[in-house]
């Protein structure tokens, strides 16, 4: 169990027990979440358990990465790994950026989500290579889900890889996949709180794009207070305003991934 929100049971084969009145969940002091164990299921040795087979699952994970963070440093690939809630426009940015740059560098994409191959295919029909990873009921991608995808994509050398997240702003900024750097990606309709809701995400993040700001005149939305909820997160965070509609500022971006490209 991933002990953050107790999805890490393999795909399908979580039990959803019975829940009666309100459960008080065990707060994890290893992770600082609570997690998806009501605090009535486990004496003080169970927690120690729980605190153990998260840290086993973490370090896991983190030998992975490392893995895939040398594979791609040895062939040059630079990775985005794409994270947001669902419906931000994740899949959206990635088919306006294939647009703009295959014919500059290749491109590949693996997609997660918890159901479907819709997003890959919207991918293959902008043009480039694309796999999807289903995860059930796991809410994140890991390491070795990346490895094992990598070496079916047949990734070439010297290309760019993104990796579209299972979208949600909470267990996916915890595990590592070996990127080059993470993109959250914050629509306008979603509230400009979110930094400091949702804080380990941004404050994971290296970049902020801050989407759909073509519907900013029909929205309570303050781009200013967003971008300083999310500087007081992450003072280093870099922060692209864009639209991946009517493409207002879409070049930051482009420029900002081919800044990238030159320097890795
Ligand atoms: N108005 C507007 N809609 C957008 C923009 N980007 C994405 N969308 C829409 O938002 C919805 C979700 O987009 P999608 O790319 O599937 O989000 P994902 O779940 O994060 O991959 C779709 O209906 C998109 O057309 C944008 O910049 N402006
Ligand atoms: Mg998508």
Redesign the pocket.
């Known amino acids: 169990m991933c002990g953050i929100c107790g999805c890490g049971e393999p795909a399908g084969q979580t039990k959803l027990k019975p829940v009666t009145g309100r459960p008080r969940y065990v707060f994890n002091p290893a992770s600082g979440y609570h997690t998806g164990i009501p605090a009535a299921e486990l004496n003080s040795s169970g927690q120690k358990r729980l605190l153990n087979i998260d840290q086993d699952l973490f370090a896991k994970n983190d030998i992975y990465a490392a893995q895939n963070r040398s594979f791609f440093r040895q062939h040059q690939i630079l990775v985005l790994n794409l994270l ?10 990635l088919v306006e950026t294939i647009k703009r740059m295959q014919d500059r560098i290749a491109i590949a994409v693996i997609e997660g989500d918890q159901h479907t191959e819709r ?1 890959a295919e919207r991918i293959r029909v902008a043009g480039v290579k694309a796999l999807q990873i289903n995860t059930g009921r796991l809410c994140h991608l890991e390491a070795d889900m990346i490895g094992k995808a990598v070496t079916q994509l047949n990734i070439e050398d010297r290309s760019l890889l993104f990796i ?1 997240n299972i ?1 949600n702003l909470v267990c996916p900024s915890a595990f590592d996949l070996g990127e080059s750097y993470k993109v959250v ?1 914050l ?1 306008v309709t979603e509230g400009d709180d979110k930094p400091l809701k949702y804080p380990d995400m941004f404050h994971a993040a290296d970049l902020l794009i801050i ?5 900013l005149p029909y929205v309570d939305f303050d781009v200013a207070n967003c971008e300083e909820f999310a500087r007081r997160v992450n003072p280093n965070i870099k922060i692209i305003r ?5 493409h207002e500022n879409f070049k930051a971006w482009t420029d900002w991934l081919s800044a990238g490209i030159e320097t890795d």
Do not use: H, Q, V
């Open positions: 947001s809630s669902p419906g931000a426009g994740k899949t959206t940015l997003d579209e979208g990606i629509s989407n759909k700001t073509d519907l864009l639209s991946s509609t009517n």
